[in-house]
């Protein structure tokens, strides 16, 4: 029997609570009930089963690049118009490595500087 991922662990000096809601607005799901601004730590649960997205204080800042990162893709959109209303909740451009052809993905990182890269979506 092999085990499953159950929580994806996001570090942040700032509020856990401010990150849970760009990463709320970035996937279309709610922050937990009882999450407040201030408190240590914040969650997304998935509706449907998969991982549980967890942000929590720490003390160090990021200082690299990340070693793993999330690879979203688009549903009902473009990646441009994704990468354009992900910008507008607060994601930062890192590197745009769309090749000629549409194939390729965009790097960007969340408010804290957690990377992550949106793919060519169903729409293009």
Known sequence: MYP??????????G????????WSGLLGRPLADDDKPGDPEAVIEDPQGGP???FVRVPEGKEAKNRIH????????????????LQALGARLIADRTRPDGSGWVVLADPEGNEFCVERGELG
């Not at 994806?8 to 000096?13: E, N, V």
């Not at 509020?15 to 760009?22: A, I, N, R, W």
Request: charged share 30%; net charge negative.
């Open 4 to 13: 499953t991922i159950r929580t994806i662990t996001f570090d942040c000096t």
């Open 15 to 22: 509020d856990p609570y401010d990150l849970g809601l760009f």
């Open 52 to 54: 549980t997205l967890l």
């Open 70 to 85: 999330l690879d979203l893709k688009p549903h009902g959109r473009t990646r441009e118009d994704e990468v354009a209303r």
